[in-house]
């Protein structure tokens, strides 16, 4: 349950004595689990470490806010903004980020297994090593996103936009990537066994050492920048566009 004296200290929305008050006592637990923060502007605040687990902050602004190492399980910030805002191993599992503005933040190491992201602007947002299992990206924005080693095992980025995005290393494992454009992506040593990427646009992405066994490419467009060591084993091609010679670099076909 929410501490209602914290709570009214933000809701006051006095960032500066709140900032200078948890600098001076950061080891005291910050409370806001079922709180009600709708529409609220908390930008620039530091809730690191914050408990808001089921917090209501839909349309909140929320810029450059300070969210590491908070728990926001199954919070609502559905149309927050979120722009630049620091959101480092904070454990967003089965929250709601339904066309959330995250444009440039930072989720290294973040959980949000789960989460529903869609329609979300992820542009040039940062999701290094973070866990996005069963995550739901559909129609998301998230050129240039970084996902160096993320987890979107079983994820859902149909119709998402991810060109110029860094996939490297990532666990796409089972993840639907439907009409996806990953055009310009770095998907270098990447995890896409069994992932269904039918009608997918795989122009100039690098596959170097990705492994796609098993993976659905019917209709997609396979015109990559390099496959050199990728595995195509088990691969469903009906109907997909590709260029031979590019295609005998395989190791694995």
Request: net charge negative; proline share 1%; glycine share 8%.
């Amino acid at each position: 349950m929410a501490n209602q004296e914290q709570l009214g200290q933000i809701i006051n929305g006095d960032r500066d004595s709140w900032n200078a008050w948890r600098e001076a006592n950061p080891s005291v637990a910050i409370d806001f689990s079922g709180a009600n923060l709708t529409n609220t502007d908390l930008s620039d605040f530091n809730l690191s470490g914050a408990n808001l687990k089921g917090a209501a902050l839909n349309g909140s602004y929320l810029v450059i806010v300070n969210f590491a190492n908070a728990n926001l399980v199954n919070a609502d910030l559905s149309g927050c903004e979120l722009r630049n805002a620091d959101l480092t191993n904070a454990d967003l599992s089965q929250a709601q980020l339904l066309s959330a503005d995250l444009t440039a933040a930072g989720l290294q190491g973040a959980n949000l297994s789960g989460a529903n992201l869609s329609e979300a602007n992820l542009s040039s947002t940062n999701f290094n090593q973070s866990n996005l299992s069963g995550a739901d990206l559909s129609k998301a924005q998230m050129r240039s996103a970084r996902l160096m080693m993320a987890n979107l095992s079983g994820a859902n980025l149909n119709e998402a936009f991810c060109k110029d995005a860094d996939f490297f290393k990532a666990n796409l494992s089972g993840a639907k990537l439907t009409n996806t454009a990953l055009e310009i992506a770095t998907m270098t040593s990447a995890n896409l066994r069994g992932a269904d990427l039918t009608g997918a646009n795989l122009s100039d992405t690098d596959l170097e050492n990705a492994d796609l066994t098993g993976a659905n490419l019917s209709y997609a467009t396979l015109l990559p920048r390099s496959m050199i060591g990728a595995n195509l084993d088990d691969t469903i091609t009906e109907g997909m566009l590709f260029d031979v010679d590019m295609l005998g670099q395989n190791s694995h076909t």
